[in-house]
C-alpha cells in the first residue's frame, strides 16, 4: 500500500528554494533533502540537496500524483504527540519517532489516542512508585507519554463515566507487550489498592512470573516472548478499589513443547525444572540437565544469557504458593511436566515390515513417565503403538508406523501439556476470584502482533486473523473519536472514509470462508491439505483478498490490512484437528493421581465462570460444550473464532485504550533504531492509519487563547483595541488564509488542515525575520557609530602618552647614570666587608663543631654506661621472673598430675552415681555441665565426709586409749597415795605452760613471716605500678608524636565525624518523627474502622468492646515507674515480641547498665563461691585436727550464718535485677506500642536489643540456679554440722571419767586439763583467724597482681598493634580505645549521678514536705494574728486582699473534669478567643494541673492529662482538614508543653523566670513521663499541619508555578496535539496564578501568628511547604517537555525571586526555605544557559550542584525551543555532560519525594506571663473553677 495519498501534504506548485522535502531511500526508507531550484509546474524533476551536501536530481511523476512529501518545521520536530505536526505522512511521523528515541531516549510517543511505545532493550528509571505517584491523578495530556499515563486515563474515565474500559496492548514478539501491560496492571495494584486484607493486588502481580514460565519461550526475535494471548480483567468495587480479576488466554502455540527452531527453547518451565532437578523433593521426578532431552535441546543452545532458571524456579515457585497452590499440588504439577520431558525421550523401534513398531518395556523414560502419571506401564506401551478404529459392526486394533507413533505421542504430550496449562489459569482466575460484588473492571489485552516469517503457518493464520478484527474495531472507535469531535465543536463535516478490512474478515470467517472450508475438510475421512487449498482456489480466486502463488499449489496468499502474507497449507488439517487417540485419554484418566485424572475428565474441558459484573455478562474464553463425545470434533479454528468473538464483545461493550508496542531492532541493542523494522509496523500496528483518519479532516486543533499568544504577533494594531479574541482569531484567519476550507471555527477550537500551522508558523517567523533585520540595522549602525568615537579618542590617548613616555625615558636614563656609579661605590665595599665576615664565621663555625664534638663524646660514653646499667637490671630480672615461671610451671604438672589421678577416681565414683542423677538431668535441661560439675563437688565431699570420719573414728579411738591410760594413771595414783603428787602437778603444768609458749613462738613466727611477704608484695607491686606508669608515659609520648604527624588529618576526620554525627542525629529525630506519623496515621485508621462497624451494626443489645482495642484514654495512660507493677520476665519478653521488632525501640543506656550489672553480679556470685570451698576446706582441716566443742560450734554458726546472709543478699540482688530487666521490657514495650510500626531502619536495632534482652534473662536464670546451688551446699553443711553435733553426747559419754565423782582432787585435776585444752583451743582459733586474714589478703593482692599483669599485657598488645598501623589508624585506634575507657567511666558516672539524683529527689520531696508544713503552720498563725485585725477592715479591702494573693491556680471538683475538658477543648472555637492572651486553654489547664499538685492529687493530675491529650485527639479527628484548628491545638499543646518543662523545677528550664514564676514551679510530682507524650503528641499534629497545608497548596502549584504567564506575553505556546492540556484552557476551573499561592500562605502566616505558634515552628512549617512547592514543580517540570524552555525558565526565576521577597517581607528568610528551592533555581537557570560549547557544559555541572545527573540529563533531552530562533541540545553536548558528571555518587532517583517530610524540633520557649496575671474571660463558661 503507497504511504501517499491525496489526503497527505505534498509538494505543490509553485515551490520556492530551500523547501524540504522527504524523498524514499532503500537503505534509510526515507531521506531529507533541500529543494536547491525553484519548482515550477510542468517540471520533470528536481534539484535536490541532500544533509550530507551531495546534489541529486529526483524524478517525479505528476500525473500518478508521484510528488515528495513536505518536511515539518524543526520546531515541531521532537513532539510528543504525533498529531500535533504540521504535516501528517508517514516519514514525519517516522523521523518524529527516530528522534525522540535515539536523541531524547524517549521511548512513549502519543500518535491521537494511541500510545506508541518503543523497547529500548535496556532498564530505565521511569517506572518506579514515585512516577506512578506523580501520573496519578493527573491529566493525560499534561504529562509526557507513559504506559502509566494510558493506565491513568482508563482509571479515570472508569471513576468518571462509570463504565468499563480495556487497555489493548499489541506488537511483535519482543516489542515489549507483556512488559507494558505487566507494569499496567502494577500503575492499578498500587493506585488503587485492595479492597480487603486478602493482597489481591499482590496475587495479581504475582500471576506474571506464572504465566510467563508456562507460556513465554525464547525464540529468535525476542528472549522471553509470550506464545499465547490472554486478557486480564481487573475488578473494582465502588470505591474503585481492586477486589479480584481474571485472566482468560488464547491460542497457546503447543506445537513449541514438541518442536523449537534453531536457536530457540521450549517453554521457560522446562528449564527451570531442569535446573532444579537437584533439590531433595524432586529427587523421584528422574530429571538431569535439559541437554538430555529431545523435547528441550532441538533449538541447540538450552541457556539464555543474564537468566538464572534454577532462581526463576524459586520465582515461580513462590507465586504458586502466593496464589494459593497447595505444596502437594505444585510436586503434581512438576511430576506431570516432567513426565512429558520422559515422553519426548521413549525410544520408539521400527519393525521390518515398516508398519508397525514397538516400545521396548525396559525404556527407563517410559516407565518413568508412567510412574509420574500413575497410569500403567503395559497399557501405555501398547495403546502408544496401536490404534483403535470403531465400525458400526465391529472393532479393529491396527498398528501404526514409526511416523505415525511419533506423531501420536508429540500429540499427547501437547495435549498433556495443554490441558495442564489450562488448570494452572483456571486456578489462578480461582486464586483471584471474589465473592464481593464488582461494580467495574478494567481489561489488559496482552495480545500477539500481526506476525509474517518466510514461512507462515496455522499459528500465524490465526494470530494475523485476530489482528484483522482488533485493526476494525480500532478504525471504528477512531473514526468515531474524531466524528464526536467535530459534533461537539459543532463545525460542519463530511464523512471520513477510512479503511475497512472487513472484506478480508468475511474471507477468513464467512461461511464457506478459509475457515469453515478448513473445518469441511477436517469432516472427510481423507481430507488432506493439498485438497483443502484447492477447493480455496476454486472458492475464492475472484476475491481481491485472496491470491494464488505462481510457483506454488500449496500455498495461498490473503492481503491483509498490513502486508500480503503467504501461508504454507501443510499441517493446516492436523493442527486444526489437534488428534488426540481416545485411547491413550482414557488411559489417563485412569490414573491413580487425582490431580492427572481431573485434567482429561470430561467435564474439565469446559471454562470456569467468569467474573460476576454488574455491568456486562462476560462469557467464557472457551465455548461451552453440551456432552464430551463432541468436544474432540470441535477444531482448534473453530474454538479460537468463538473465543475471538466473545472477546470482540468484550471490548465493544468497553472504552478501548491502545498501545502499540514497537521493535526497533531484531538484535535486541539497546537505543539502536532501525528505520525500516520500525515502518514495518507502524504499517502494520495501526498507527499510519490513525494519521490518515487525522489528515483527511482537521489534524491540527487550537484554543483561541493559544492561538491568539501565539500569533498576536500577525494581529495588526487596531485589532488588538478588540477585547473579543474569538473575533481577533477570525478576523487574522480570514486576512491570511483565503480558503474557508483550510480551516474551521468550532466553539472553543479551531481547526485547520493539514499543512495550514506550518503556513502560519512561516508567516510568523517571517515577521520575526524582518524586525529581527530592522533592530539589527539599527544596532549595527549605532555600533559603528560607538567604534568610530572610540577608536578617535584612542588615537588622541596614544599620541599624548607616546610623547609623554619619551620624555620620562630620557629623565630615567639620566637617572640610571648617576644611580649606577653609586651603587659600583656600594657594591664594591659590600663586597669586601662579606669576605671578611665570611672568614670570621667560618673560624666561629668550626670552634664550635669542635668544642661540640667533644662533650658529645663524653655525654654518650656516660649514656651508654647508664643504659648497660638498665639493661643488666632488666636482664636478670627476666631471668629470675623466667625461673620462677619454670618452677610455677612445673609445680602446676605436678598438681596436674596428681589432680588427674583424684579426678579418675572421682569419675569411677560418679559413674556408680550416673543412674541416681538421671532425674536432675530430666529437670534441668540445658544444665548438664552445671549438674556434672555439681556432682563432682558432692563427690568430693562426700570424700571428705568419708575421710573426716575415719579421722572421727580414729580420734575416738585415741581418746579412749587415752582414756584407759589415763584410768592406769589414777589407779596408779590411788595406790601411791601416800606418795607426794605436788612435783607431778608442777611438771604436767611446766609442760603445758612450754607448750603454750611454744605456740606462742609459733605464732610470731607466722606473723613475722605474714608481715615480711606483706611487704614482699607491696614492693612488688609498687614496681609493678612504677613500671606501667613508664609504660604510660611511653605511650603517651608516642601518641603525641603520631598527633602532631597526623594533626590536620585528625582535625578534617573530627569535622566529618561531627558532619555524620549530626546527619544521623537528623535521620534518627526524622526516623522517630516519622513513627509518630504512621502511628498517629494507624490510630485514625482504627477509629475510622470502629465507626463504621458502630454504624454498621444495626442489632440492638449490649455488645463488648474487643480485647484487643485500645481506648483513647489507653494511649496516653502513662504511670510512674514508682506506681507500676513488674510482671514475669518472661510474660514481657513474650509481650514484646508479639508487638513486632519493628515497634521497639532500643534504650542502649538502659541495657548496658543492665550488662554492668549482671557482671558484678558474676563477680559476686564467685566470690562467694570461693568463699564457701575455703570454708569448707576449713571446716575439712578443723574436723580432724581438733575434737568439735562448744567455740567450734559457734564459729561454724557463724559461717553458717555468713552464708545466709550472703545467699539472701545474692538473692535480692537477682531480684532486683530482675524487676530492673522487667521494667526495662515494659518501657519498650509501651513506647513501641505509641509509635509507628513503618520505620525503615529500627527492626535491626530492636533485635539486636531484643537478642541481648534474651542473653540477660538466660544469665539471670543460670545465676538463680547458681544460688539453688549454694543454698544447698550450705544446707548440707549445716546437716554436717549437726551430726557432727549429735555424735558429740556419745563421745563426750564415753570419754566421761567413771569415778569422776569419787575425790574432789581428781574434779580439780580434770578442771585444769579442760582449761589447758580451752586454752590451746582459743590460741589455735586465734591463729586460724589470722591465717585466714592473711590469705584473704594474699588472695587479694595476687588478685590485684593478676589484673594489673592482664591490664599490662593488654596495653603492650594494643601498643605492639598500634605500632603496626598506619598513622591514621593509629590515631583512630587510640581514640576508640579511649572512647571505649571514657564510655566505661560514663557508665559508672551516669549511675552514680542517678543514684544522687534519686536521693536528692527524696530529700527535696521531703524538704518540700516539711516546708509545706511550716509555711501551713507559719500561715496558721498569721491567721490567727489577722483575725484579730480583720473587724477593722472594710468588704472593700478583702475583696482587694483575695485579688493580690491569687496564687495561679484553679480549683475544680472531680465531677467537673468532664465539663472542663468539653468546654476548654472538645467544643472550643479559635474565634471565641480572637483578642484574649494566645494560648489561653494551655494555662488554664496548667493552673489546674498546679493546683492537683499542690493538693497532692495523683490521680486527679493523671486523669486530667489523660483527658485533656484524649480531647486533643478527638478535635484533631474531627477537624482533619481544617488548618485553623490545627493550628490552634498545636500552638497550645507546644506552650502546654513548655508550662510542664518551666515550671518543672529542673534548673536547665528556669534560667529565664522570674522570681514570681518560681514561685509557680510544681512541687510534688515529676510529670516528665507526660512531657514526652506531650512531645509525640505534637509532632502529630504538626504534621497532620502540613498535611492540610499541603493539601491545600497541592493543587495551585503546577498551574501557578509552571503554566500561569507571570511575566505577560513572554511564553508563546507550540502547536499542540490530540492530548490537549485541560490547564491551559482559559475556562479551565483549575486555573492559578502565583498571587493564590502568595495569598494562602499569607493566610496560614497570620492564622499562626494570631495563635501564638512559637516563631521556630512557624519557620518549619514554612520549610516543610516551600520544599513541597520544590519537589512537586521540579517532578512536573522533569516529566513535562512543553514547559521545558527558555521562556519557562525565565517566568520560574521570577516567581521563585517573588517567593523569596514574600519570605522576606515576613521575616522568614532564616528558616532554610530558599536553600530548599535551590534544586528548582539551578533547573531555571540551566533552561536558560546556554548549551552548546564544552565551556557552557563545564558551567552547566559547576553550577547544577543540588540536581543530580540524571535531572539535568533528562531536562537537556526535553528542552523545546519555541521559536525557530533557538536551537535544540545536540546529543554531543549531552553526552559531554554525562562525561563530565560520571564521578558524581548521585542517587539513582529521578523525581524528588514530595512528601518527604523534615525532622521537626519544639525548642523550649519560656513564656513572660506569670499564673496570676492571666485572667478568664466569661465566653468559656469556667465559672465551676475557683481561683485559688
Known amino acids: 500500500m503507497d504511504p501517499r495519498g491525496s489526503s497527505f501534504p505534498v509538494l505543490h506548485c509553485n515551490t520556492r528554494q530551500y523547501t524540504r522535502v522527504w524523498i ?448 476494525q474495531q480500532f478504525n471504528s472507535h477512531v473514526f468515531k473519536l474524531e466524528q464526536e469531535e467535530y459534533m461537539k465543536e459543532q463545525i460542519p463535516w463530511t464523512l471520513i472514509d477510512f479503511y475497512d478490512n472487513q472484506p478480508c474478515i468475511d474471507l477468513i470467517e464467512a461461511k464457506l470462508g478459509i475457515l469453515d472450508l478448513l473445518d469441511e475438510e477436517c469432516k472427510v475421512p481423507k481430507g488432506t491439505d493439498q485438497n483443502w487449498t484447492q477447493k480455496l482456489y476454486d472458492r475464492h480466486s475472484g476475491s481481491q483478498h485472496f491470491q494464488k502463488p505462481r510457483m506454488s499449489n500449496k500455498a495461498f496468499i490473503v492481503i491483509h490490512f498490513a502486508d500480503k502474507v503467504e501461508y504454507l497449507s501443510d499441517g493446516f488439517l492436523e493442527k486444526n484437528r489437534d488428534t488426540v487417540y481416545e485411547e491413550q485419554i482414557n488411559i489417563l484418566k485412569a490414573s491413580k493421581f487425582p490431580l492427572v485424572a481431573d485434567l482429561f475428565h470430561d467435564g474439565k474441558d469446559s471454562a470456569p465462570t467468569a467474573t460476576a459484573s454488574s455491568k456486562i455478562n462476560i462469557r467464557s474464553s472457551r465455548p461451552p460444550v453440551k456432552a464430551s463425545n463432541k468436544e474432540h470434533k470441535k477444531t482448534v479454528g473453530y474454538q479460537f473464532r468463538s473465543s475471538l468473538h466473545l472477546l470482540m464483545e468484550t471490548l465493544n461493550a468497553t472504552t478501548p485504550h491502545y498501545v502499540r508496542c514497537i521493535k526497533p531492532n531484531d538484535e535486541k541493542l539497546p537505543f539502536h533504531f532501525n528505520p525500516k523494522r520500525a515502518v514495518q509496523q507502524l504499517r502494520a500496528c495501526g498507527v499510519l492509519e490513525t494519521i490518515r483518519i487525522s489528515a483527511a479532516g482537521y489534524p491540527s486543533r487550537w484554543s483561541y487563547h493559544d492561538f491568539f499568544n501565539r500569533y498576536r504577533v500577525l494581529v495588526k494594531k487596531r485589532d488588538l483595541a478588540n477585547s473579543d479574541k474569538k473575533a481577533i482569531c477570525r478576523s487574522v484567519l480570514e486576512s491570511l488564509i483565503k480558503d474557508p476550507d483550510k480551516f474551521q471555527f468550532g466553539r472553543t477550537k479551531i481547526f485547520f488542515r493539514a499543512g495550514q500551522v506550518a503556513y502560519l508558523e512561516k508567516l510568523r517567523a517571517d515577521k520575526f525575520r524582518a524586525a529581527t533585520i530592522m533592530i539589527q540595522k539599527a544596532v549595527r549602525g549605532w555600533l559603528q557609530k560607538v567604534k568610530y568615537r572610540r577608536l578617535k579618542g584612542a588615537t588622541l590617548i596614544l599620541q599624548r602618552y607616546c610623547r609623554g613616555y619619551l620624555a620620562r625615558r630620557l629623565a630615567k636614563h639620566l637617572r640610571r647614570t648617576r644611580a649606577a656609579v653609586v651603587l659600583q661605590k656600594q657594591y664594591r665595599m659590600q663586597r669586601a666587608r662579606r669576605a671578611y665576615q665570611r672568614v670570621r664565621r667560618a673560624a666561629v663555625v668550626i670552634q664550635a663543631f669542635a668544642r661540640g664534638m667533644f662533650v658529645r663524646r663524653i655525654y654518650h660514653q656516660v649514656l651508654r654506661e647508664h643504659k648497660a646499667t638498665i639493661i643488666q637490671k632488666h636482664v636478670r630480672g627476666w631471668m ?57 563437688k558432692i563427690d568430693d565431699q562426700n570424700k571428705e565426709l568419708k575421710t573426716l570420719s575415719e579421722q572421727l573414728s580414729a580420734i575416738t579411738s585415741t581418746h579412749t586409749m587415752e582414756v584407759e591410760k589415763l584410768k592406769k594413771e589414777v589407779a596408779c595414783y590411788q595406790q601411791s597415795q601416800g606418795e607426794d603428787r605436788g612435783p607431778q602437778l608442777q611438771e604436767e603444768v611446766e609442760s603445758l605452760r612450754t607448750e603454750l609458749q611454744r605456740a606462742h613462738s609459733e605464732r610470731k613466727v607466722l606473723e613475722d613471716t605474714h608481715t615480711r611477704e606483706k611487704d614482699e608484695l607491696r614492693k612488688r607491686v609498687a614496681d609493678l605500678e612504677q613500671e606501667n606508669a613508664l609504660l604510660k608515659n611511653e605511650k603517651e609520648q608516642l601518641n603525641n608524636q603520631i598527633l602532631c604527624q597526623s594533626k590536620d588529618e585528625f582535625a578534617q576526620n573530627s569535622v566529618k565525624e561531627n558532619l555524620m554525627m549530626k546527619k544521623e542525629l537528623e535521620e534518627e529525630r526524622s526516623r522517630y518523627q516519622n513513627l509518630v506519623k504512621e502511628y498517629s496515621r494507624l490510630e485514625q485508621r482504627y477509629d475510622n474502622l470502629r465507626d463504621e462497624m458502630t454504624i454498621l451494626k444495626q442489632t440492638p443489645g449490649h455488645r463488648r468492646n474487643p480485647s484487643n482495642q485500645s481506648s483513647l484514654e489507653s494511649d496516653s495512660n502513662y504511670p510512674s515507674i514508682s506506681t507500676s507493677e513488674v510482671g514475669d520476665t518472661e510474660d514481657t519478653l513474650q509481650q514484646v515480641e508479639e508487638i513486632g521488632l519493628e515497634k521497639a525501640a532500643m ?70 535485677l530482675k524487676n530492673e530487666l522487667n521494667e526495662l521490657r515494659k518501657a519498650v514495650a509501651d513506647q513501641a506500642s505509641e509509635h509507628s510500626p513503618a520505620a525503615a531502619g529500627t527492626p535491626d536495632s530492636y533485635s539486636l536489643l531484643l537478642n541481648q534482652l534474651r542473653v540477660a534473662n538466660e544469665e539471670l536464670e543460670v545465676r538463680k540456679e547458681e544460688v539453688l546451688i549454694l543454698r544447698t551446699q550450705i544446707v548440707s553443711a549445716d546437716q554436717r554440722r549437726l551430726a557432727g553435733k549429735g555424735s558429740e553426747p556419745n563421745i563426750n559419754a564415753r570419754t566421761s571419767w567413771p569415778n569422776s565423782e569419787k575425790h574432789v582432787d581428781q574434779e580439780d585435776a580434770i578442771e585444769a586439763y579442760h582449761g589447758v585444752c580451752q586454752t590451746n583451743r582459743l590460741l589455735e582459733a586465734q591463729l586460724q583467724a589470722q591465717s585466714r586474714e592473711h590469705e584473704e589478703e594474699v588472695d587479694n593482692l595476687k588478685a590485684q597482681l593478676e589484673a594489673l599483669k592482664e591490664e599490662m599485657d593488654r596495653q603492650q598488645q594494643t601498643f605492639c598493634q598500634t605500632l603496626l598501623l598506619s598513622p591514621e589508624a593509629q590515631v583512630e585506634f587510640g581514640i576508640q580505645q579511649e572512647m571505649s575507657r571514657l564510655t566505661n567511666e560514663n557508665l559508672d558516672l551516669k549511675e552514680l549521678v542517678e543514684k544522687l539524683e534519686k536521693n536528692e529527689r527524696k530529700l527535696k520531696k521531703q524538704l518540700k514536705i516539711y516546708m509545706k508544713k511550716v509555711q501551713d503552720l507559719e500561715a496558721a498563725q498569721a491567721l490567727a494574728q489577722s483575725e484579730r485585725k480583720r473587724h477593722e477592715l472594710n468588704r472593700q479591702v478583702t475583696v482587694q486582699r483575695k485579688e493580690k494573693d491569687f496564687q495561679g491556680m484553679l480549683e475544680y471538683h472531680k465531677e467537673d473534669e468532664a465539663l472542663l475538658i468539653r468546654n476548654l477543648v472538645t467544643e472550643l472555637k479559635p474565634q471565641v478567643l480572637a483578642g484574649a492572651v494566645p494560648c489561653l486553654p494551655a494555662y488554664i489547664l496548667y493552673m489546674c494541673l498546679r493546683h492537683a499538685d499542690y493538693v497532692n492529687d495523683d490521680l486527679k493530675v493523671h486523669s486530667l492529662l489523660t483527658s485533656t491529650i484524649n480531647g486533643i485527639k478527638k478535635v484533631l479527628k474531627k477537624h482533619n482538614e481544617d488548618f485553623e484548628m490545627t493550628s490552634f491545638w498545636l500552638s497550645n499543646t507546644c506552650r502546654l508543653l513548655h508550662c510542664l518543662k518551666q515550671y518543672s523545677g529542673d534548673e536547665g528550664f528556669m534560667t529565664q523566670n522570674t522570681a514570681k514564676q518560681n514561685e509557680h514551679c510544681l512541687k510534688n510530682f515529676d510529670l516528665t513521663e507526660y512531657r514526652q507524650v506531650l512531645s509525640d503528641l505534637s509532632i502529630q499534629i504538626y504534621q497532620q499541619l502540613i498535611k492540610i497545608a499541603e493539601g491545600l497548596l497541592q493543587p495551585m502549584i503546577v498551574s501557578a508555578m509552571l503554566e500561569n504567564e507571570s511575566i505577560q506575553g513572554l511564553s508563546g505556546v507550540k502547536p499542540t496535539g490530540y492530548r490537549k492540556r485541560t490547564s491551559s484552557m482559559p475556562e479551565g476551573d483549575n486555573s492559578y496564578c502565583l498571587e493564590a499561592i502568595i495569598r494562602q500562605m499569607n493566610s496560614f502566616h497570620t492564622v499562626m501568628c494570631d495563635q501564638g505558634l512559637d516563631p521556630e515552628i512557624i519557620l518549619q512549617v514554612f520549610r516543610q511547604l516551600f520544599y513541597m512547592i520544590n519537589a512537586v514543580t521540579l517532578n512536573n517540570l522533569l516529566l513535562r517537555k512543553d514547559v521545558c524552555s527558555w521562556s519557562t525558565g525565565m517566568q520560574l526565576r521570577y516567581n521563585i525571586s517573588q517567593l523569596e521577597e514574600w519570605l522576606r517581607g515576613r521575616n522568614l528568610h532564616q528558616s532554610g526555605a530558599v536553600e530548599t528551592m535551590e534544586p528548582l533555581i539551578q533547573a531555571a537557570q540551566l533552561l536558560q544557559l546556554k548549551k552548546k560549547s564544552p565551556e557552557d557544559a563545564e558551567a552547566i555541572c559547576s553550577l547544577c550542584t543540588a540536581l543530580s545527573t540524571q535531572q539535568i540529563v533528562k531536562i537537556l533531552n526535553l528542552y523545546t525551543p519555541l521559536n525557530e530562533f533557538e536551537e535544540r541540545v545536540t546529543v554531543a553536548f549531552i553526552r559531554t555532560i554525562q562525561a563530565q558528571l560520571q564521578d558524581r555518587n548521585d542517587p539513582q532517583q529521578l523525581l524528588l519525594d514530595f512528601k518527604h517530610m523534615f525532622p521537626v524540633l519544639f525548642p523550649f520557649n519560656p513564656s513572660s506571663l506569670t499564673m496570676d496575671s492571666i485572667h478568664i474571660p466569661a465566653c468559656l463558661n469556667l465559672e465551676f473553677l475557683n481561683e485559688v
Not at 541416681?916 to 560439675?933: D, F, T, Y
Open 1147 to 1216: 534504650d542502649m543506656t538502659v541495657f548496658l547498665k543492665l550488662q554492668k550489672r549482671v557482671r558484678e553480679l558474676e563477680q559476686e556470685r564467685k566470690k562467694l563461691q570461693v568463699q564457701l570451698e575455703k570454708k569448707e576446706q576449713q571446716d575439712g582441716k578443723r574436723v580432724p585436727a581438733d575434737q568439735p566443742s562448744n567455740d567450734s560450734d559457734l564459729d561454724q554458726d557463724a559461717d553458717l550464718a555468713y552464708n545466709s546472709l550472703k545467699r539472701q543478699e545474692l538473692e535480692s540482688e537477682n531480684k532486683k
Open 24 to 471: 524514499p531511500d532503500p537503505d534509510e526508507v526515507w531521506r531529507s533533502a533541500e529543494l536547491t531550484k525553484d519548482y515550477k509546474e510542468g517540471d520533470k524533476s528536481l534539484q535536490l540537496r541532500l544533509e550530507d551536501e551531495t546534489i541529486q536530481e529526483y524524478p517525479i511523476d505528476v500525473q500518478n500524483n508521484q510528488l515528495p512529501f513536505l518536511r515539518n518545521p524543526d520546531i515541531l520536530v521532537g513532539e510528543n504527540d504525533l498529531t500535533a505536526l504540521s504535516y501528517l505522512h508517514e516519514p514525519a511521523v517516522l523521523h518524529n519517532l527516530k528522534v525522540r528515541f535515539l536523541e531524547s531516549n524517549h521511548i512513549y510517543t502519543y500518535c491521537g489516542i494511541v500510545l506508541v511505545a518503543i523497547n529500548p532493550y535496556d532498564q530505565l528509571p521511569i517506572y518506579g512508585q514515585d512516577v506512578i505517584y506523580a501520573y496519578s491523578g493527573q491529566n493525560m495530556g499534561d504529562m509526557d507519554p507513559h504506559i502509566f499515563a494510558v493506565a491513568e486515563e482508563a482509571y479515570k474515565q472508569m471513576a468518571r463515566d462509570e463504565k468499563n474500559q480495556s487497555i489493548i496492548v499489541s506488537g511483535e514478539s519482543g516489542a515489549g507487550k507483556t512488559v507494558s501491560a505487566k507494569y499496567a496492571m502494577r500503575y492499578f495494584t498500587t493506585v488503587s489498592g485492595s479492597a480487603s486484607d486478602t493482597n489481591i493486588e499482590e496475587k495479581v502481580l504475582a500471576s506474571s512470573p506464572i504465566m510467563e514460565a508456562i507460556g513465554n519461550a525464547k525464540t529468535t526475535r525476542n528472549d522471553n516472548s509470550s506464545r499465547f494471548g490472554k486478557y486480564i480483567q481487573i475488578g473494582f468495587d465502588k470505591r474503585y478499589r481492586i477486589i479480584g480479576a481474571n485472566m482468560r488466554t488464547y491460542l497457546l502455540e503447543k506445537s513449541r513443547v514438541v518442536f523449537q527452531a534453531d536457536d530457540e527453547r521450549n517453554y521457560h518451565i522446562f528449564y527451570q525444572l531442569c535446573a532444579a532437578a537437584s533439590l531433595p523433593e524432586f529427587k523421584e521426578l528422574a530429571l538431569t540437565c535439559a541437554e538430555d532431552f529431545f523435547y528441550t535441546s532441538q533449538g541447540g543452545n538450552t541457556v539464555i544469557e543474564g537468566v538464572d532458571d534454577a532462581e526463576d524456579f524459586e520465582k515461580t515457585r513462590q507465586a504458586f504458593t502466593l496464589v494459593g497452590v497447595r505444596e502437594s499440588h505444585q510436586i503434581s504439577i512438576f511430576k506431570i511436566i516432567a513426565s512429558i520431558l520422559h515422553l519426548g525421550n521413549v525410544e520408539i523401534q521400527a519393525e521390518r515390515d515398516g508398519e508397525s513398531c514397538r516400545v521396548s518395556p525396559e525404556d527407563e523414560h517410559l516407565s518413568d513417565f508412567c510412574r509420574l502419571l500413575g497410569v500403567e506401564l503395559s497399557q501405555m506401551e501398547h495403546w502408544l503403538c496401536h490404534r483403535k478404529l470403531v465400525t458400526t459392526s465391529e472393532t479393529y486394533v491396527k498398528t501404526m508406523s514409526l511416523q505415525q507413533v511419533v506423531n501420536a505421542r508429540d500429540a499427547l504430550a501437547k495435549h498433556i501439556y495443554a490441558q495442564l496449562f489450562h488448570w494452572i489459569v483456571e486456578h489462578v482466575n480461582k486464586a483471584l476470584h471474589t465473592s464481593l460484588k464488582q461494580h467495574s473492571f478494567i481489561g489488559v489485552l496482552d495480545i500477539y502482533g500481526f506476525e509474517t516469517f518466510e514461512v507462515n503457518s496455522f499459528e500465524q493464520f490465526c494470530i494475523n486473523y485476530a489482528n484483522e478484527k482488533l485493526q
Open 880 to 936: 629470675a621472673r623466667r625461673r620462677f615461671q619454670r618452677l610455677r610451671g612445673a609445680a602446676v604438672v605436678i598438681q596436674c598430675g596428681f589432680r588427674r589421678l583424684k579426678a579418675k577416681q572421682a569419675l569411677k565414683a560418679l559413674r556408680i552415681e550416673a543412674r541416681s542423677a538421671e532425674h536432675l538431668k530430666r529437670l534441668n535441661v540445658g544444665m548438664e555441665n552445671k549438674i556434672v560439675q555439681l556432682q563432682r
